[in-house]
């Protein structure tokens, strides 16, 4: 089984001091969540300190474009996150997205992936990343076969932990092409309509503001804190409960997905 970890945020997080975090995070929580193998733009790098994640958190690339036809544009330079991978019986790997590097309007990100073990604190964790990143969203859920199965096919099928504008701003026209709003508008951007799921725990933003409702989803979950700009939900006592009681948990999703306008929810 996996555990899944999604970020999205407004927040700049490509400084070498914010990896630095993000790594004692990864370690606290256990020294084998630690990243061993670090990728940028297909170029590959040991990793055995918190130096060397951090110096390859976030890289600038020359870009060049070889078209088939006409005359090339200049080359781009364009800032690349780190991709990591850790080895053992945590093995899973790790992604900071930028969407795009050139808009500094535009949300990153942040995923993880790692084999389940009921030992470590994934709460913890993820409260941890919540606090760092102050996300717009952000999901912790252990992707179960049971869950994988039900989560079913499509553009947005729930079966890993995603992070970006997209997965909650666009729209599917009449056309069936989907859309999304114009990158200039970034008030609608990041105006969020639409979730893929419920995860077992949820951070919802100011971006979602008018799209539940906040007592009737407290009244749904195990535990709703708000902080300053950011709820935290969660749908059972223990993110076990997606294993060993799966119907509890499911039950607690539908009533917190009852909390929603209709049209929120892709599945």
Same mark, same amino acid.
């Given at each position: ?5 999604? +970020?999205?945020? !407004? ?14 995070? #990864?370690? &606290? ?8 193998? /670090?990728?940028? %733009? ?5 990793? $055995? ?6 110096? *390859? ?5 020359? @870009? ?5 036809? $006409? ?11 780190? %991709? ?6 945590? %093995? ?16 990153? $990100?942040?995923?993880? *992936?790692?084999? !389940? ?7 913890? +964790?993820? &409260? =941890? #990343? ?12 252990? @992707? ?10 499509? =553009? ?7 992070? $970006?504008?997209? *997965? ?23 105006? !969020?309509?639409? #979730?893929?799921?419920?995860?077992? /725990? ?6 979602? *503001?008018?799209? !539940?409702?906040?007592?009737?989803? =407290?009244?749904?979950? /195990?535990? +709703? ?21 799966? &119907?509890?948990?499911?039950? /607690?999703? +539908? =009533? ?12």
């Amino acid at each position: 089984m996996k555990i899944g970890l999604g +970020l999205t945020t !407004y927040k700049d997080i490509r400084s070498p001091t914010f990896a630095e975090d993000v790594f004692e995070a #990864l370690s &606290e929580a256990s020294p084998k969540l630690a990243p061993s193998v /670090a990728s940028i %733009a297909g170029e590959r790098f040991p990793i $055995g300190n918190v130096e060397d994640f951090s110096k *390859h958190w976030c890289c600038e690339r020359v @870009f060049v474009v070889r078209p088939k036809y $006409g005359v090339a544009p200049p080359p781009l330079r364009a800032d690349v996150g780190i %991709a990591w991978r850790t080895k053992g019986t945590l %093995a899973g790997h790790g992604e900071l997205h930028l969407f795009p590097s050139n808009d500094p309007n535009a949300a990153n $990100g942040l995923t993880l *992936h790692h084999t !389940y073990a009921s030992k470590v604190d994934w709460v913890r +964790l993820f &409260e =941890r #990343l919540v606090a760092l990143l102050e996300p717009s969203h952000a999901l912790l859920h252990l @992707f179960t076969p049971r869950e994988l199965q039900r989560a079913g096919t499509g =553009r947005f099928a729930f079966t890993q932990a995603f992070s $970006g504008e997209n *997965h909650f701003t666009a729209w599917q026209a009449s056309s069936g092409d989907w859309r999304r709003p114009d990158p200039w508008q970034r008030e609608e951007r990041r105006r !969020y309509r639409f #979730l893929p799921d419920l995860a077992w /725990a949820n951070a919802f933003g100011r971006e979602f *503001h008018g799209r !539940y409702e906040t007592e009737r989803l =407290r009244q749904g979950a /195990a535990r +709703l804190e708000q902080l300053e700009n950011v709820d935290l939900v969660y749908a059972t006592e223990r993110i076990d409960d997606m294993r060993l009681r799966p &119907e509890q948990f499911e039950d /607690a999703r +539908l =009533r917190m997905r009852s909390a929603f306008a209709e049209d929120v929810f892709r599945t």
